[in-house]
Protein backbone atom coordinates (compact mmCIF):
# COMPACT_ATOMS: atom_id res chain seq x y z
CA UNK A 1 0.00 0.00 0.00
CA UNK A 2 0.99 3.34 -0.80
CA UNK A 3 2.09 5.82 2.02
CA UNK A 4 -0.56 8.01 0.50
CA UNK A 5 -3.10 5.33 0.94
CA UNK A 6 -1.70 4.42 4.37
CA UNK A 7 -2.50 8.18 5.55
CA UNK A 8 -6.43 7.97 3.86
CA UNK A 9 -6.98 4.93 5.99
CA UNK A 10 -6.40 6.65 9.20
CA UNK A 11 -8.29 9.34 8.24
CA UNK A 12 -11.08 7.50 7.26
CA UNK A 13 -10.64 5.87 10.85
CA UNK A 14 -14.26 6.15 12.86
CA UNK A 15 -12.66 7.90 15.54
CA UNK A 16 -13.08 11.58 17.11
CA UNK A 17 -11.06 14.43 15.50
CA UNK A 18 -8.60 14.63 18.22
CA UNK A 19 -7.56 10.59 18.35
CA UNK A 20 -7.41 11.39 14.83
CA UNK A 21 -5.05 14.19 14.87
CA UNK A 22 -2.91 12.53 17.31
CA UNK A 23 -2.58 9.29 15.24
CA UNK A 24 -2.17 11.74 11.83
CA UNK A 25 0.89 13.28 13.69
CA UNK A 26 2.69 9.72 14.71
CA UNK A 27 2.52 8.53 11.34
CA UNK A 28 3.32 11.87 9.85
CA UNK A 29 6.38 11.70 12.19
CA UNK A 30 7.24 8.39 11.27
CA UNK A 31 7.96 9.21 7.48
CA UNK A 32 11.32 8.79 6.01
CA UNK A 33 12.02 11.54 3.43
CA UNK A 34 11.63 9.72 0.69
CA UNK A 35 7.98 9.01 1.96
CA UNK A 36 7.58 13.00 3.05
CA UNK A 37 8.48 13.49 -1.04
CA UNK A 38 5.44 11.53 -1.79
CA UNK A 39 3.39 13.13 0.22
CA UNK A 40 3.93 16.19 -0.40
CA UNK A 41 3.69 15.44 -3.95
CA UNK A 42 0.15 14.04 -3.62
CA UNK A 43 -1.71 15.60 -0.49
CA UNK A 44 -2.25 18.90 -2.33
CA UNK A 45 -5.22 16.98 -4.00
CA UNK A 46 -8.47 15.79 -2.09
CA UNK A 47 -9.28 12.96 -3.31
CA UNK A 48 -13.20 12.52 -4.57
CA UNK A 49 -13.74 9.99 -2.12
CA UNK A 50 -13.41 12.22 0.89
CA UNK A 51 -16.95 14.11 0.98
CA UNK A 52 -16.88 17.96 0.87
CA UNK A 53 -17.47 19.73 4.58
CA UNK A 54 -16.96 16.12 5.96
CA UNK A 55 -15.35 15.11 9.20
CA UNK A 56 -12.82 13.20 7.02
CA UNK A 57 -12.15 16.32 5.08
CA UNK A 58 -11.39 18.28 8.30
CA UNK A 59 -8.79 15.40 9.39
CA UNK A 60 -7.38 15.62 5.76
CA UNK A 61 -6.95 19.84 6.27
CA UNK A 62 -5.19 19.04 9.62
CA UNK A 63 -2.96 16.39 7.84
CA UNK A 64 -2.27 18.47 4.83
CA UNK A 65 -0.87 21.25 7.95
CA UNK A 66 1.69 18.82 9.49
CA UNK A 67 2.73 17.80 6.18
CA UNK A 68 3.70 21.60 5.00
CA UNK A 69 5.35 21.74 8.99
CA UNK A 70 6.98 18.19 8.23
CA UNK A 71 8.36 19.45 4.84
CA UNK A 72 9.95 22.77 5.85
CA UNK A 73 11.76 20.37 9.41
CA UNK A 74 13.36 18.49 6.19
CA UNK A 75 14.38 21.85 5.34
CA UNK A 76 16.20 22.40 8.58
CA UNK A 77 13.70 24.77 9.98
CA UNK A 78 11.20 24.28 13.17
CA UNK A 79 8.18 24.10 12.23
CA UNK A 80 5.11 23.35 13.94
CA UNK A 81 1.34 22.75 12.71
CA UNK A 82 -1.15 25.03 15.50
CA UNK A 83 -2.90 22.84 16.63
CA UNK A 84 -6.06 25.25 17.93
CA UNK A 85 -8.70 26.20 15.06
CA UNK A 86 -9.81 29.45 14.77
CA UNK A 87 -8.40 32.50 12.85
CA UNK A 88 -4.69 31.90 12.42
CA UNK A 89 -2.03 31.13 10.25
CA UNK A 90 -1.80 26.66 9.48
CA UNK A 91 1.62 26.29 10.46
CA UNK A 92 4.46 28.83 11.83
CA UNK A 93 8.15 28.06 10.65
CA UNK A 94 11.68 29.61 12.13
CA UNK A 95 15.04 29.95 10.94
CA UNK A 96 17.12 27.42 12.96
CA UNK A 97 20.29 29.69 11.49
CA UNK A 98 18.74 33.01 10.95
CA UNK A 99 16.59 35.44 12.91
CA UNK A 100 13.74 35.48 10.81
CA UNK A 101 9.93 33.42 10.91
CA UNK A 102 7.55 32.93 8.76
CA UNK A 103 3.78 31.65 9.06
CA UNK A 104 2.48 29.12 6.20
CA UNK A 105 -1.22 28.14 5.06
CA UNK A 106 -1.97 24.56 3.37
CA UNK A 107 -4.35 24.31 0.37
CA UNK A 108 -5.36 21.54 -1.29
CA UNK A 109 -8.14 21.52 -3.57
CA UNK A 110 -9.99 18.40 -5.26
CA UNK A 111 -8.93 18.19 -9.38
CA UNK A 112 -12.76 18.50 -10.00
CA UNK A 113 -13.01 21.96 -8.70
CA UNK A 114 -13.77 24.25 -11.72
CA UNK A 115 -14.01 27.42 -9.40
CA UNK A 116 -10.67 29.72 -8.62
CA UNK A 117 -12.15 31.84 -6.45
CA UNK A 118 -9.47 34.68 -5.03
CA UNK A 119 -11.31 33.78 -1.41
CA UNK A 120 -10.28 30.27 -1.42
CA UNK A 121 -7.02 30.81 -1.06
CA UNK A 122 -7.27 33.76 1.58
CA UNK A 123 -4.49 35.79 0.94
CA UNK A 124 -5.29 38.54 2.50
CA UNK A 125 -6.48 36.80 6.31
CA UNK A 126 -2.45 34.93 5.66
CA UNK A 127 -0.85 38.37 5.66
CA UNK A 128 -3.39 39.63 9.07
CA UNK A 129 -1.98 36.28 10.80
CA UNK A 130 1.35 36.48 9.81
CA UNK A 131 1.42 38.94 13.35
CA UNK A 132 4.92 39.25 14.24
CA UNK A 133 6.38 37.06 12.07
CA UNK A 134 8.47 38.39 9.18
CA UNK A 135 6.77 36.83 6.10
CA UNK A 136 3.66 34.76 4.86
CA UNK A 137 3.67 31.71 2.57
CA UNK A 138 0.98 30.28 0.72
CA UNK A 139 1.00 26.05 -0.26
CA UNK A 140 -1.33 25.25 -2.83
CA UNK A 141 -1.32 23.49 -5.75
CA UNK A 142 0.40 25.06 -8.30
CA UNK A 143 -1.45 24.22 -11.38
CA UNK A 144 -4.39 25.38 -9.63
CA UNK A 145 -2.89 29.09 -9.39
CA UNK A 146 -5.16 31.08 -11.78
CA UNK A 147 -3.03 31.34 -15.13
CA UNK A 148 -3.83 34.80 -16.18
CA UNK A 149 -4.14 38.00 -14.25
CA UNK A 150 -6.44 37.82 -10.52
CA UNK A 151 -7.10 39.52 -7.78
CA UNK A 152 -4.45 37.15 -5.94
CA UNK A 153 -1.54 38.38 -7.94
CA UNK A 154 -2.16 41.44 -6.38
CA UNK A 155 -2.75 40.66 -3.26
CA UNK A 156 0.17 38.69 -2.98
CA UNK A 157 2.67 41.86 -4.11
CA UNK A 158 0.65 44.33 -1.69
CA UNK A 159 1.03 42.05 1.42
CA UNK A 160 3.88 40.69 0.95
CA UNK A 161 2.44 36.99 1.39
CA UNK A 162 4.12 34.50 -1.46
CA UNK A 163 2.02 32.38 -3.82
CA UNK A 164 4.44 29.12 -3.22
CA UNK A 165 3.43 25.66 -3.96
CA UNK A 166 3.62 22.05 -2.90
CA UNK A 167 5.59 21.42 -6.69
CA UNK A 168 8.00 23.84 -5.70
CA UNK A 169 8.14 22.48 -1.93
CA UNK A 170 8.66 18.89 -3.02
CA UNK A 171 11.62 20.40 -5.80
CA UNK A 172 13.47 21.76 -2.58
CA UNK A 173 12.91 17.93 -0.86
CA UNK A 174 14.12 16.44 -3.76
CA UNK A 175 17.43 18.40 -4.18
CA UNK A 176 17.73 18.09 -0.64
CA UNK A 177 17.84 21.76 -0.05
CA UNK A 178 18.67 22.75 3.38
CA UNK A 179 18.84 26.32 4.86
CA UNK A 180 22.81 26.45 6.82
CA UNK A 181 24.92 28.77 8.45
CA UNK A 182 26.25 29.34 4.08
CA UNK A 183 22.86 29.09 2.66
CA UNK A 184 20.13 31.25 3.53
CA UNK A 185 16.29 31.06 1.71
CA UNK A 186 15.27 33.95 3.13
CA UNK A 187 14.92 35.64 0.03
CA UNK A 188 12.86 33.09 -1.50
CA UNK A 189 10.09 33.87 1.02
CA UNK A 190 10.33 37.58 0.47
CA UNK A 191 10.23 37.56 -3.44
CA UNK A 192 7.19 39.61 -3.60
CA UNK A 193 8.27 42.05 -1.81
CA UNK A 194 11.26 42.62 -4.27
CA UNK A 195 9.11 41.93 -7.08
CA UNK A 196 6.66 44.28 -6.64
CA UNK A 197 9.48 47.17 -6.64
CA UNK A 198 10.20 46.01 -10.24
CA UNK A 199 6.78 46.13 -12.02
CA UNK A 200 4.10 49.54 -12.47
CA UNK A 201 0.32 49.33 -10.28
CA UNK A 202 -1.26 48.77 -13.45
CA UNK A 203 0.38 45.17 -14.15
CA UNK A 204 -0.09 44.17 -9.97
CA UNK A 205 -2.42 41.53 -11.44
CA UNK A 206 -0.80 39.76 -14.27
CA UNK A 207 0.26 36.06 -13.26
CA UNK A 208 4.19 36.43 -12.16
CA UNK A 209 4.39 32.59 -11.67
CA UNK A 210 7.13 32.60 -14.26
CA UNK A 211 9.29 34.99 -13.25
CA UNK A 212 8.95 34.00 -9.64
CA UNK A 213 10.26 30.31 -11.72
CA UNK A 214 12.93 32.12 -12.82
CA UNK A 215 14.07 33.57 -9.40
CA UNK A 216 13.32 30.24 -7.62
CA UNK A 217 16.02 28.26 -9.46
CA UNK A 218 18.70 31.09 -9.25
CA UNK A 219 18.45 31.20 -5.32
CA UNK A 220 18.77 27.45 -5.24
CA UNK A 221 21.12 26.72 -8.47
CA UNK A 222 19.03 24.49 -10.33
CA UNK A 223 19.41 24.92 -14.48
CA UNK A 224 15.88 25.15 -16.56
CA UNK A 225 16.55 21.56 -17.89
CA UNK A 226 16.76 20.17 -14.65
CA UNK A 227 13.63 21.98 -13.11
CA UNK A 228 11.36 20.91 -16.24
CA UNK A 229 12.70 17.39 -15.87
CA UNK A 230 11.37 17.42 -12.07
CA UNK A 231 8.50 19.33 -12.57
CA UNK A 232 7.35 16.70 -15.66
CA UNK A 233 7.53 14.07 -13.28
CA UNK A 234 5.60 15.95 -10.71
CA UNK A 235 2.50 16.88 -13.91
CA UNK A 236 3.11 12.60 -14.72
CA UNK A 237 2.62 11.71 -11.02
CA UNK A 238 -0.51 14.81 -11.32
CA UNK A 239 -1.58 12.27 -14.63
CA UNK A 240 -1.49 9.25 -12.58
CA UNK A 241 -3.74 10.83 -9.86
CA UNK A 242 -6.33 12.74 -12.90
CA UNK A 243 -6.39 8.95 -13.99
CA UNK A 244 -7.35 7.59 -10.44
CA UNK A 245 -9.75 9.92 -9.35
CA UNK A 246 -12.08 9.69 -12.62
CA UNK A 247 -12.45 6.08 -12.30
CA UNK A 248 -13.60 6.45 -8.82
CA UNK A 249 -16.00 8.75 -9.71
CA UNK A 250 -17.18 6.68 -13.05
CA UNK A 251 -17.04 3.79 -10.41
CA UNK A 252 -19.98 5.68 -8.27
CA UNK A 253 -21.50 6.80 -11.31
CA UNK A 254 -22.16 3.14 -12.92
CA UNK A 255 -23.15 1.77 -9.23
CA UNK A 256 -25.94 5.66 -9.05
CA UNK A 257 -26.97 3.93 -12.43
CA UNK A 258 -27.78 0.92 -10.87
CA UNK A 259 -30.14 1.98 -8.26
CA UNK A 260 -34.01 1.44 -8.26
CA UNK A 261 -36.02 4.37 -8.01
CA UNK A 262 -36.93 3.68 -3.81
CA UNK A 263 -33.12 4.30 -3.59
CA UNK A 264 -32.50 6.60 -5.84
CA UNK A 265 -35.27 9.13 -4.60
CA UNK A 266 -33.46 8.43 -1.23
CA UNK A 267 -30.17 9.32 -1.97
CA UNK A 268 -31.38 12.81 -3.34
CA UNK A 269 -33.07 13.54 -0.23
CA UNK A 270 -29.82 12.73 1.95
CA UNK A 271 -27.24 14.41 -0.47
CA UNK A 272 -29.45 17.50 -0.21
CA UNK A 273 -29.88 16.81 3.97
CA UNK A 274 -33.49 17.30 3.43
CA UNK A 275 -34.82 15.60 6.33
CA UNK A 276 -32.11 17.36 8.65
CA UNK A 277 -32.67 20.55 7.63
CA UNK A 278 -36.70 19.90 8.45
CA UNK A 279 -35.58 18.99 11.84
CA UNK A 280 -33.95 21.82 12.09
CA UNK A 281 -36.62 24.11 11.58
CA UNK A 282 -38.92 21.61 13.99
CA UNK A 283 -36.51 22.71 16.28
CA UNK A 284 -36.14 26.11 15.90
CA UNK A 285 -40.43 26.17 15.77
CA UNK A 286 -40.28 24.61 19.50
CA UNK A 287 -38.03 27.13 20.94
CA UNK A 288 -40.47 29.87 19.55
CA UNK A 289 -42.51 29.74 22.65
CA UNK A 290 -39.46 29.82 25.28
CA UNK A 291 -38.08 32.74 23.26
CA UNK A 292 -41.54 34.28 24.08
CA UNK A 293 -41.52 34.13 27.68
CA UNK A 294 -37.74 34.21 28.18
CA UNK A 295 -37.52 37.56 26.56
CA UNK A 296 -41.61 39.28 27.34
CA UNK A 297 -41.92 38.02 30.55
CA UNK A 298 -44.69 39.64 33.07
CA UNK A 299 -43.84 41.75 35.19
CA UNK A 300 -43.87 40.23 38.70
CA UNK A 301 -45.98 42.31 40.78
CA UNK A 302 -43.29 43.27 43.66
CA UNK A 303 -41.72 45.18 40.87
Not at 35 to 49: K, L, Q, R, T, Y
Not at 65 to 88: H, P, Y
Not at 237 to 266: T, V
Request: hydrophobic content about 40%; glycine content about 2%.
Amino acid sequence: MKIFDKLLVIINEDVSFEASKTKIQAFIDSLTLAEVIEMIENIGIIPECIEASSSAEKKYSKASDMMVARAFQELNFKAKAITERGNAADVVVESVERSYSFVSDAKSFRLSRTAKNQKDYKVDSLSKWRGSNDYAVLIAPYFQYPTVSSQIFEQSLLENVLLFSWEHLALLLRKSIKETEHVSLEQIWNFPMKFKKRIPVSDLQNNFLHEFNTYFMSEIKLDLIETKTLMKEQVDSIKRRAASEAMYLKGIEFEIRLYDKEKAIMELINSRKILQRQNAIHQFMGGLDDAINKYFETPSSDQ
